[in-house]
């Protein structure tokens, strides 16, 4: 019997993160669970947050004109097709890469 890894859709929210996007998706893009997307909601930032982020194999960007945090995960909830959800802001950078597996395996 072969179980399948189920799909994670990780719904990143962000406002001018420029400072941190980077960190973010670095530590996400080195995960040892492989099978995830990436969602990016962006609040309409003013700095280089979008312009940083479109380094990363990133799935979809998602603009969003005010700056209402449920409404844009909300959002990305809509565009992603993950089995698993899960929501980060842009400063919350995950400390290693085991991270995404062990919430995985926590789950099932």
């Given at each position: 019997m072969v179980?399948?890894?189920?799909?994670?859709?990780?719904?990143?929210?962000t406002k001018?993160?420029e400072?941190w996007?980077?960190?973010?998706?670095?530590?996400v893009f080195e995960?040892s669970?492989?099978?995830f997307e990436?969602?990016?909601v962006d609040?309409?930032?003013?700095?280089?947050?979008v312009?940083?982020?479109?380094?990363?194999p990133?799935?979809?960007?998602?603009?969003?004109?005010?700056?209402?945090?449920?409404?844009?995960?909300?959002?990305g909830v809509?565009?992603?097709?993950?089995?698993?959800l899960v929501c980060l802001?842009?400063h919350?950078?995950?400390?290693?890469?085991n991270?995404l597996?062990n919430l995985?395996?926590s789950?099932q």
């Open positions: 179980i399948k890894s189920p799909l994670v859709s990780i719904i990143i929210r001018n993160e400072d996007i980077h960190h973010c998706l670095s530590a995960q669970y492989p099978h990436v969602i990016l609040n309409d930032s003013v700095d280089r947050t312009q940083v982020a479109s380094r990363f990133i799935k979809t960007v998602v603009t969003v004109n005010e700056f209402f945090p449920g409404r844009a995960i909300n959002r809509v565009e992603s097709s993950g089995d698993l802001s842009a919350c950078v995950p400390r290693d890469n991270w597996q995985v395996t789950i």
